[in-house]
C-alpha cells in the first residue's frame, strides 16, 4: 500500500488487521471491550468563549479555571461508572493543554498555574490513581497553526502526538476525528485552507507511530483501525450492529478518515474485513463543551441508561462527554444525573437470576424458583469472533416467545416492554455461522437510583 495514501483496500484491509482471514479483535481491542463505558472531557478555551468550535485566535489567557481540580473531576466520573477517561488534549481551535514544545499556543503562555500548568499531567495522573485508563483527543485540524495545509504541519502534529504519547503513562485510547480544514486564524492569514483528506494526513503513517509508541493503546478513527465511529452523535448503534466491517465511502467507493457511509458504520458488516468495534459518542448535554444556558438541560440517569442499553448493548462502547465548566470542575448538574446513572448500572447488574444455572442441550435454564426481569443479558466468546446470526428467547412451558435479537458479540441487551415472571426460559439460536460459544445469560430487573 502507498504509505502517503489510505485507500482502505482489501489488501490494506489485511496490512491494517496483520493478516488475512475470519476478523477476530485484537489482544488490545478485547481489553477496549471490557471497559464498556468511559468519559469524554471537552475543555479548552471554548469553555471561556461560550463556543463549540473556536476560530483559533483566542488570547491564551482566556483559559483560567478558578478552582481546577483533576481529583474531583476523576473522582466523579468513577462515582459514575467510567473506566476510563479522553481528554481533549488539543481542539479544532490549537490550544493544547499541556506545554508542548510546538507552539506558544498552549497552557504555557496563561496566567494560569503561572504559566506552569499542564491539564494532561493533572487528568492523567488522577485518573492513574483512580484506577481509570487514560486517553488523549488530538485534533487533526489547528484552526491556530500557520502551518497547517503544508506538509511541514504532519511533523508538527506527529511531534504533538510523540509528546502526548511518551510523556503520560500509559494511553488506552488515542482519538482521532475527521476534521479536514476550512476558516481559521492560521498565524494571522485568516484565511480558507481545503485539504485533500484522503491524503494530506498520512494516517497510516500517524497509526504506525502510536503503534510504536504505545502498542497497548487502540486507535480510534471514522474507520479505525481499532475502533470505529459508530456514524451519529446520538450514542446509539444500529439494532443489528456487528463489530465486523468493509466500510465504503459516504458517496460508494473507498473510505477514508471523515469520508465513510454513516449507515455502513452503525450497523457494521456481517463477515466483514476486520473487527473494529462500533464506539458510541454522545454528551451529557446538547453540546460538546460546558455552557452555561445548558445547566438545566443535562440528560437524566433513564436517558442515559436507555443509552447504555443501545451501545453496550449492542455490542458497542459508550464514550459519553461530561464537559468541565469555567471553575475547572463538572457542574453539579452533571454529577448528580452521572452519579444516579452509575447506580442504576450497579443495581439493576447485582444481581443475574439465572447465575449458575447450566442450561440443557436444548438451550433450557430451569430457574429453582420463579423469576421476574425486565432485562436480558446475553455474551458471547468473541475471542472466537461473531458466531451467532440471530436467537429468540422463550418462556415455558408453552414456549412464548418474549424477545429476539441478531448481532449478539460482547453484550446484547434486550430491554422487555415489561417485566415478566417465569421459572423455565429457553435461549434457542435460529442461525449462526458456527457452534455458538455463549459466555452469559442474564435475567435482571432495572432498577431505579
Same mark, same amino acid.
Given at each position: 500500500?502507498?504509505?502517503?495514501?489510505?485507500?482502505?483496500?482489501?489488501?490494506?484491509?489485511?496490512?491494517?488487521?496483520?493478516?488475512?482471514?475470519?476478523?477476530?479483535?485484537?489482544?488490545?481491542?478485547? +481489553?477496549? &471491550?471490557?471497559?464498556?463505558? %468511559?468519559?469524554?472531557?471537552?475543555?479548552?478555551?471554548?469553555?471561556?468563549?461560550?463556543?463549540?468550535?473556536? =476560530?483559533?485566535?483566542?488570547?491564551?489567557?482566556?483559559?483560567?479555571?478558578?478552582?481546577?481540580? *483533576?481529583?474531583?473531576?476523576?473522582?466523579?466520573?468513577?462515582?459514575?461508572? #467510567?473506566?476510563?477517561?479522553?481528554?481533549?488534549?488539543?481542539?479544532?481551535?490549537?490550544?493544547?493543554?499541556?506545554?508542548?514544545?510546538?507552539?506558544?499556543?498552549?497552557?504555557?503562555?496563561?496566567?494560569?498555574?503561572?504559566?506552569?500548568?499542564?491539564?494532561?499531567?493533572?487528568?492523567?495522573?488522577?485518573?492513574?490513581?483512580? @484506577?481509570?485508563?487514560? /486517553?488523549?483527543?488530538?485534533?487533526?485540524?489547528?484552526?491556530? &497553526?500557520?502551518? =497547517?495545509?503544508?506538509?511541514?504541519?504532519?511533523?508538527?502534529?506527529?511531534?504533538?502526538?510523540?509528546?502526548?504519547?511518551?510523556?503520560?503513562?500509559?494511553?488506552?485510547?488515542?482519538? &482521532?476525528?475527521?476534521?479536514?480544514?476550512?476558516?481559521?486564524?492560521?498565524?494571522?492569514?485568516?484565511?480558507?485552507?481545503?485539504?485533500?483528506?484522503?491524503?494530506?494526513?498520512?494516517?497510516? @503513517?500517524?497509526?504506525?507511530?502510536?503503534?510504536?509508541?504505545?502498542?497497548?493503546?487502540?486507535?480510534?478513527?471514522?474507520? /479505525?483501525?481499532?475502533?470505529?465511529?459508530?456514524?451519529?452523535?446520538?450514542?446509539?448503534?444500529?439494532?443489528?450492529?456487528?463489530?465486523?466491517?468493509?466500510?465504503?465511502?459516504?458517496?460508494? @467507493?473507498?473510505?477514508?478518515?471523515?469520508?465513510?457511509?454513516?449507515?455502513?458504520?452503525?450497523?457494521?458488516?456481517?463477515?466483514?474485513?476486520?473487527?473494529?468495534?462500533?464506539?458510541?459518542?454522545?454528551?451529557?448535554?446538547?453540546?460538546?463543551?460546558?455552557?452555561?444556558?445548558?445547566?438545566?438541560?443535562?440528560?437524566?440517569?433513564?436517558?442515559?441508561?436507555?443509552? %447504555?442499553?443501545?451501545?453496550?448493548?449492542?455490542?458497542?462502547?459508550?464514550?459519553?462527554?461530561?464537559?468541565?465548566?469555567?471553575?475547572?470542575?463538572? &457542574?453539579?448538574?452533571?454529577?448528580?444525573?452521572?452519579?444516579?446513572? /452509575?447506580? #442504576?448500572?450497579?443495581?439493576?447488574?447485582?444481581?443475574?437470576?439465572?447465575?449458575?444455572?447450566?442450561?440443557?442441550?436444548?438451550?433450557?435454564?430451569?430457574?429453582?424458583?420463579?423469576?421476574?426481569?425486565?432485562?436480558?443479558? !446475553? +455474551?458471547?466468546?468473541?475471542?472466537?469472533?461473531?458466531?451467532?446470526?440471530? $436467537?429468540?428467547?422463550?418462556? /415455558?412451558?408453552?414456549?412464548?416467545?418474549?424477545?429476539?435479537?441478531?448481532?449478539?458479540?460482547?453484550?446484547?441487551? !434486550?430491554?422487555?416492554?415489561?417485566?415478566?415472571?417465569?421459572?423455565?426460559?429457553?435461549?434457542?439460536?435460529?442461525? *449462526?455461522?458456527?457452534?455458538?460459544?455463549?459466555?452469559?445469560?442474564? $435475567? %435482571?430487573?432495572?432498577?431505579?437510583?
Amino acid at each position: 500500500m502507498d504509505r502517503r495514501k489510505f485507500v482502505l483496500s482489501s489488501a490494506a484491509a489485511a496490512t491494517l488487521s496483520g493478516a488475512p482471514g475470519p476478523a477476530l479483535p485484537s489482544a488490545r481491542q478485547l +481489553r477496549w &471491550h471490557a471497559l464498556e463505558t %468511559y468519559a469524554f472531557l471537552h475543555f479548552t478555551v471554548n469553555t471561556f468563549t461560550d463556543k463549540e468550535w473556536g =476560530y483559533g485566535d483566542e488570547d491564551p489567557n482566556l483559559f483560567a479555571p478558578s478552582a481546577f481540580d *483533576s481529583t474531583a473531576i476523576v473522582e466523579a466520573l468513577k462515582a459514575g461508572g #467510567m473506566k476510563a477517561v479522553i481528554l481533549t488534549c488539543k481542539h479544532h481551535d490549537g490550544f493544547c493543554l499541556w506545554p508542548t514544545k510546538t507552539t506558544t499556543h498552549s497552557v504555557k503562555s496563561t496566567k494560569w498555574r503561572d504559566g506552569k500548568g499542564d491539564a494532561v499531567r493533572e487528568i492523567a495522573d488522577a485518573a492513574r490513581r483512580a @484506577g481509570l485508563g487514560f /486517553g488523549v483527543y488530538l485534533s487533526p485540524w489547528d484552526r491556530n &497553526h500557520a502551518a =497547517y495545509g503544508t506538509p511541514a504541519y504532519i511533523d508538527v502534529y506527529r511531534a504533538q502526538l510523540r509528546e502526548l504519547l511518551t510523556g503520560y503513562g500509559p494511553i488506552f485510547e488515542v482519538w &482521532h476525528d475527521g476534521a479536514n480544514g476550512g476558516d481559521g486564524f492560521y498565524g494571522g492569514a485568516r484565511e480558507k485552507r481545503r485539504i485533500d483528506k484522503r491524503n494530506y494526513y498520512d494516517w497510516p @503513517g500517524t497509526w504506525d507511530l502510536v503503534r510504536k509508541l504505545q502498542p497497548n493503546a487502540v486507535i480510534f478513527s471514522d474507520l /479505525g483501525p481499532d475502533v470505529r465511529w459508530v456514524g451519529n452523535e446520538k450514542g446509539i448503534a444500529g439494532e443489528t450492529c456487528w463489530s465486523t466491517i468493509t466500510p465504503r465511502g459516504e458517496k460508494g @467507493g473507498e473510505p477514508g478518515v471523515g469520508d465513510v457511509d454513516t449507515k455502513i458504520n452503525n450497523a457494521g458488516t456481517r463477515d466483514g474485513e476486520r473487527w473494529v468495534p462500533a464506539e458510541c459518542d454522545v454528551s451529557i448535554r446538547p453540546g460538546w463543551f460546558w455552557h452555561e444556558a445548558e445547566n438545566a438541560k443535562v440528560k437524566t440517569p433513564e436517558a442515559l441508561f436507555d443509552i %447504555y442499553t443501545k451501545s453496550v448493548g449492542r455490542g458497542g462502547s459508550f464514550l459519553l462527554n461530561i464537559p468541565p465548566d469555567r471553575r475547572g470542575l463538572l &457542574h453539579e448538574n452533571d454529577i448528580a444525573s452521572l452519579r444516579r446513572f /452509575g447506580q #442504576m448500572i450497579a443495581r439493576t447488574f447485582a444481581r443475574n437470576q439465572a447465575a449458575g444455572i447450566k442450561p440443557t442441550p436444548e438451550g433450557e435454564y430451569r430457574l429453582k424458583t420463579p423469576a421476574t426481569f425486565d432485562l436480558i443479558r !446475553i +455474551r458471547e466468546d468473541i475471542r472466537l469472533g461473531h458466531r451467532i446470526d440471530s $436467537l429468540v428467547v422463550e418462556t /415455558g412451558p408453552d414456549w412464548k416467545e418474549i424477545a429476539q435479537a441478531t448481532s449478539i458479540g460482547n453484550c446484547r441487551l !434486550i430491554r422487555l416492554p415489561q417485566p415478566l415472571t417465569a421459572d423455565r426460559i429457553r435461549l434457542r439460536v435460529t442461525k *449462526s455461522s458456527a457452534p455458538p460459544a455463549i459466555t452469559e445469560f442474564g $435475567l %435482571y430487573t432495572v432498577t431505579q437510583a
